[in-house]
């Protein structure tokens, strides 16, 4: 799913703040964790909705928190580096919730999109479209959505085609409940008028909350215009459970696995390929079934990605083949026509062109030269119980099965480490290591020696 700008003529000379309700509860979740903490796509929540509002213009991003949320704040400014953190020292409605970012709203923005963090599949499109709407006139711009139940929902009431207000369910009538278009809680108000239009909210069921919904009311009242925009029910979905949470991670991972399989790459078990939020998979790469990619994957033209593997925070070369059963963590750099294969595990290593590791090895913190021949069973002996250290394998050189090599160390070009070796010093281009203890034969031992079981 690209994050690019989508935004058009209509907005993209406009000025827009972009203010983030990020402080429920969350209590259904039944987490220590924030509920905007949550992730989908190996992404937390809220980011993905900064994802969404910075794609769609947003100069200014404002996340309203709740009180000693400062791991919200941190995530948030993670994402987007300028954003201001408000807290919500009282839970009094979604109203009170965007006045807590009063200070953001005074500097007067062309326009401002109010969104959720436990809403996080809303796409930069559709944001884009909320602010288009204001261009065109409106004052304020709604999103709703037909949902095939919608028991629950605000319902958005309409008069002669005219939005006219939004009715919570506890709250409306029998005739306004049989209404089937739901309100997805997505706003965008006119800049010049949202401070306005947000002080005008009174206390609408008498336990002192303010609703943004009645922003809707107040300018349907003053003769201002309120534009309508509609998404699919599984664009809206909000999250406030473990079971909300599985939904939004499927419906994420249906759009991926969609987006990458129309710009090229082929997965030839779509439902069984799990993709995070920004996994890249170039031209005709091939992804076989049961392949998890973490956060940070590139793959780019070409490659294959071999059934039950694991990448995250790695970039895979043109051409380069991975697994079966391979695992790529963070840092991995694999150039083009590398080749991976079974059980092979490579962490913080860059394997240059045409590298082959093709079963059974560990290459942590390591260098691998250009044509190099890693052998079944060697490892890369990176850790010394306190430090990391680096190898360095030279081009063409040829590593032999079961080698250990023993970091800080350096083997030439063109080198070749025997079998079973172990290396504790570096090996000159064109040399031969061999660091294993001599073999030793004694005829005739097993007729007058060897241990035999009792007949």
Known sequence: MSDAPRH????????????????????????DLAKPLHRIGGRPMVSHVIAAVLAAGAGRIAVV????????????????PGASIHVQRERLGTA???????????????????????????????????????????????????????????????????????????????????????????????????????ESVGNANGRGEYYLTDVVAAAAGAGEGVALVTASPDEVLGVNDRAQLAAAEAALQARLRRDDMRDGATLIAPDTVFLSADTRLGRDVVVEPNVVFGPGVVV???????????????????????GPFARLRPGTRLGPDVHVGNFVEVKNS?????????????LGDATVGAAT???????????????KHRTTIGRDAFIGTNASLVAPVTIGDRAYVGSGS????????????????RQVVKPGWATTSRPRKPT
Do not use: W
């Open 8 to 31: 058009g003529p209509e907005t993209q000379a406009r000025a827009c703040l972009a203010i983030i309700l990020a402080a429920g509860e969350g209590t259904r979740m039944r987490s």
């Open 65 to 80: 928190v709740g009180p000693d949320r400062e791991d919200v704040g941190a995530e948030a400014r993670r994402a987007a």
């Open 96 to 198: 009170h919730a965007v006045l807590a970012a009063r200070d953001a709203l005074a500097d007067a923005p062309d326009d401002v999109v109010v969104a959720f963090a436990d809403t996080p599949l809303v796409t930069a499109a559709t944001f884009d479209a909320l602010r288009a709407a204001l261009g065109r006139g409106a004052s304020v711009a709604v999103l709703g959505f037909e949902p095939a139940d919608p028991a629950g929902y605000g319902r958005i009431l309409t008069e002669a085609g005219r939005v006219v207000a939004i009715r919570e369910e506890k709250e409306a009538s029998a005739a306004e409940r049989a209404v089937g278009l739901c309100n997805a809680g997505l706003m965008a108000i006119r800049g010049d008028r949202a401070l306005a239009l947000l």
């Open 300 to 322: 780019e033209a070409r490659a294959t990605i071999r059934a039950f593997s694991h990448l995250e925070g790695a970039t895979v070369g043109e051409g380069a083949i991975v």
């Open 350 to 362: 860059t394997l240059e062109r045409g590298v082959k590791a093709n079963h059974l090895a560990y």
């Open 373 to 387: 021949n890693v052998g079944a069973g060697t490892i890369t002996c990176n850790y010394d119980g306190a430090f």
């Open 422 to 437: 172990v290396i504790t010093d570096d090996v000159p281009a064109e040399a031969l290591a061999i660091g294993r203890g």
